[in-house]
């Protein structure tokens, strides 16, 4: 199975900061990486796909580059409603797996 | 509008059975990709099972032999069977469809809002 490490596990930033997430991955998967917001009590929502393409209506401060093993999403200027969980989650081989999950607050 | 709702959670006790529904609007769940993702309270995401559109069926090595998944197309409905429950299988259960930009990346682009599984005697 193909491990994911995300760091930070979590992380708190003021309002208009600059936020990177990292995913990395036991083993190269090209460019099949997914990036996945998660707020208390609600389903997950694809925020990018195929590791740089943004989902319709997701703001455009989210930002996904990387290839092989290593990933970042970026926030260009947190907002309030960005606090939440993000996953990242590969598909380039079942069993698709999921990072553990970096957890945003806003001080 | 893409809908899913799952349905058939609920408290159970070790060895026990039980299976969720999760009924889809808005597509077809025989032309998609369906799969079954679950989170343990307070843990992250872990993939269960996929039902690809060509009737292919695969599973997590931690439910395999325990748990079945199907679908029944007049209902437009994917299914998870869930057999020989164990502590360990407490968590929320979400239905995700996946969709391809290429025909080789897959991504889940649309969740349920999930049906909570407790298993506990």
């Known amino acids: 199975d193909i491990q994911m490490t995300q760091s930070p596990s979590s992380l708190s930033a003021s309002v208009g900061d600059r936020v990177t997430i990292t995913c990395r991955t036991s083993q190269s998967i090209n460019t099949y990486l997914n990036w996945y917001q998660q707020k208390p009590g609600k389903a997950p929502n694809l925020l990018i796909y195929?590791?740089?393409n943004l989902q319709s209506g997701v703001p455009s401060r989210f930002s996904g580059s990387g290839s092989g093993t290593d990933f970042t999403l970026s926030i260009s200027s947190l907002q309030p409603e960005d606090s939440a969980t993000y996953f990242c989650q590969q598909s380039y081989s079942i069993p698709w797996t999921f990072g553990q999950g970096t957890n945003v607050e806003i001080k | 509008e893409v809908q899913l709702v799952e349905s058939g959670g609920g408290l159970i006790q070790p060895g026990g059975s039980l299976r969720l529904s999760c009924a889809a609007s808005?597509?077809?769940?025989?032309?998609?990709?369906m799969s079954w993702v679950r989170q343990a309270p307070g843990k992250g995401l872990e993939w269960v099972s996929v039902?690809?559109?060509?009737?292919?069926?695969f599973y997590a090595d931690s439910v395999k032999g325990r748990f079945t998944i199907s679908r029944d197309n007049s209902k437009n409905t994917l299914y998870l069977q869930m057999n020989s429950l164990r502590a360990e299988d407490t968590a929320v259960y979400y239905c995700?469809?996946?969709?391809?930009?290429?025909?080789?990346?897959?991504?889940?682009?649309?969740w349920g809002q999930g049906t909570l599984v407790t298993v506990s005697s």
């Open positions: 995700a469809r996946e969709v391809t930009d290429s025909g080789t990346h897959y991504y889940f682009d649309s």
């Open positions: 808005g597509f077809t769940v025989s032309h998609n990709y």
């Open positions: 039902f690809y559109s060509a009737g292919n069926t």
């Open positions: 195929v590791t740089s």
